[in-house]
């Protein structure tokens, strides 16, 4: 049982850079959700989905970009990286009302 | 609007001593209250959580919380700690519907042999 798998773990990028951090879970799980975190200031919540072709704005979406086309996957899109999007990302599922979320390992990136 | 505070960003006590993290919450509907730890460079682990019912709940790891309404409080508490529970432990907040949640700062444990 996978559970939430992110990849990569680690990645540097340069200014103005595009990237897809990358998210996939098992469990059938309806909600899924990206967050951000970084030192002093807990996890922050970036996208969020409560379903395939649903998806909605958290505290700090500017920057970033997502899609749902499957239950199972839900990307994370840099558009033009910044140095303040360096942080560790987390994507997290749970399942219906009541259930908690389970998180993945987390991807680890830096911007130049 | 809706937030989480830890108040202690950083705690330290001595193996075997009891712990008690604070944890105070500002939510308008009825608040779904988690913990979770984190050890350096992984993931988070769910310790707990309340949903509704019994107010004090039980967790992994010899864990406890206690809810209480009339002081927007979810405390999690532990009898006697382990050199093994330095970590970063965080509370949040959530909603049912939609699956978001609202983290405080977090609080860094430290264990002293």
């Known amino acids: 049982n996978a559970g939430v798998t992110q990849t990569p773990k680690f990645q540097v990028l340069k200014t103005g850079q595009s990237m897809t951090l990358q998210c996939a879970q098992d469990m059938n799980h309806e909600y899924m959700s990206w967050y951000r975190q970084d030192p002093g200031m807990g996890l922050r919540l970036i996208h969020y989905s409560v379903g395939a072709g649903i998806t909605d704005q958290g505290e700090v979406p500017n920057g970033y970009n997502v899609s749902r086309s499957t239950t199972e996957d839900f990307p994370l899109r840099l558009l033009s990286a910044a140095p303040s999007q360096t942080s560790v990302y987390f994507c997290?599922?749970?399942?219906?009302?009541?259930?908690?979320?389970?998180f993945g390992d987390g991807t680890r990136l830096s911007i130049l | 609007a809706q937030s989480v505070t830890q108040p202690d960003i950083h705690i330290t006590v001595s193996e075997g001593a009891s712990l008690e993290l604070r944890c105070n919450y500002s939510y308008g509907a009825t608040p779904y209250l988690f913990w979770y730890v984190q050890s350096p460079g992984q993931g988070l682990q769910l310790l707990l959580k309340y949903f509704s019912g019994d107010t004090l709940v039980q967790g992994i790891k010899g864990f406890e919380a206690e809810f209480k309404r009339s002081q927007s409080s979810f405390n999690l508490r532990k009898p006697s700690v382990h050199w093994s529970d330095a970590a970063e432990y965080f509370c949040?907040?959530?909603?049912?519907?939609?699956?978001?949640?609202?983290f405080g700062q977090g609080t860094t444990l430290q264990v002293k042999p």
């Open positions: 997290a599922s749970k399942d219906r009302e009541n259930q908690p979320q389970h």
């Open positions: 949040a907040v959530g909603s049912s519907n939609t699956g978001k949640l609202i």
